[in-house]
């Protein structure tokens, strides 16, 4: 069983950046695939980025170039730094993890508002 704390997430201009933290309690995340998604109002939710425990990662089209996920085993923790914001951006931010693919546990997600 594996908890999980979303934080970082707030309001920023167009073009601001912002970190996004996932710690993790119960199991380390090097264990499990870890995953951020989106979700936006009346849209689906959207895997944004993922990074599996070989350490390999991917993005959505949408994100490439601009979002990085990140491990720090040591603590436990994932992120997600997100530069070049846009107001498509907003979103609900939710981690997720998973055995072999992100998406067995889920936090409760923090909100990102990209705005001026």
């Known amino acids: 069983q594996v908890q999980l704390v979303e934080s970082g997430g707030g309001l920023v201009q167009p073009g601001g950046s912002l970190r996004l933290s996932c710690a993790a309690s119960?199991?380390?995340?090097?264990?499990?695939?870890m995953g951020w998604y989106r979700q936006a109002p009346g849209k689906q939710r959207e895997l944004v980025a993922r990074?599996?425990?070989?350490?390999?990662?991917s993005y959505a089209d949408s994100v490439k170039g601009r979002f990085t996920i990140s491990r720090d085993n040591a603590k436990s923790t994932v992120f997600l730094q997100m530069n070049s914001l846009k107001p498509e951006d907003t979103a609900v931010y939710l981690c997720?993890?998973?055995?072999?693919?992100?998406?067995?546990?889920w936090g409760q997600g923090t909100q990102v508002t990209v705005s001026s």
């Open positions: 997720s993890a998973g055995r072999v693919s992100p998406g067995d546990y």
């Open positions: 119960g199991s380390s995340v090097s264990s499990y695939a």
């Open positions: 990074i599996i425990t070989g350490g390999r990662t």
